[in-house]
């Protein structure tokens, strides 16, 4: 375990370290991606990228490299760039980092947006859809009402 300090160190030092654009996207959505370890400027060293590793490199991190990745490793590491299709990664996008300054100060509203929401709909003396299952006879008619509630609730 590490203190808060280094912690926050740590979170701050990843986006030098992510895999870094090298040309703006085409008409289709695809873009070149390079390796921070690649040509002409690497942040990181790599023993994959040699040209790295030189002594007139400034980059201090090391990425440290797993015994397959030599034989079998992503083109991002053998190649100087790579191609990605629009969709690559798309699911686990994010706008902002995880951990960042910037995520807490949204995820930090949004998250008490949420549970303030689900404290006022569980609260007895007002919305009380935790009490629900005691009076109605069906699932369904739970979620109707649930969905109901909510609605009500958002509208105002």
């Known amino acids: 375990m590490i203190d808060e300090t280094s912690h926050r160190a740590r979170i701050e030092e990843r ?5 870094r654009t090298k040309a703006r996207a085409d008409a289709d959505g695809h ?4 390796c921070p ?6 942040v ?5 990228k040699p040209s790295s590793e030189g ?11 797993a015994d397959v990745l030599p034989h079998h490793g992503p083109k991002v590491c053998t190649q ?23 995520w807490h100060a949204v995820y930090a ?3 008490n947006s949420v549970e303030g929401m689900n404290g006022f709909i569980k609260d007895g003396a007002r919305e009380a859809i935790a009490y ?3 009076t109605s006879p069906s699932l369904a008619s739970d979620f109707w009402v649930i969905s109901q509630t909510s609605s009500r609730t958002n509208s105002a």
Do not use: M, N
């Open 109 to 111: 509203t949004l998250r």
């Open 55 to 65: 002594s007139a490199a400034k980059a201090r991190f090391r990425i440290p490299v």
């Open 31 to 34: 873009t070149r991606r390079r």
């Open 44 to 48: 990181v060293r790599c023993e994959l």
């Open 37 to 42: 370890a690649s040509k002409p400027a690497p």
């Open 80 to 102: 100087e760039s790579v191609t990605l299709p629009p969709e690559a990664g798309a699911k686990y996008s994010q706008a902002w980092l995880h951990e960042t300054a910037d």
């Open 132 to 134: 629900l299952y005691l």
């Open 15 to 19: 986006p030098g370290r992510q895999i």
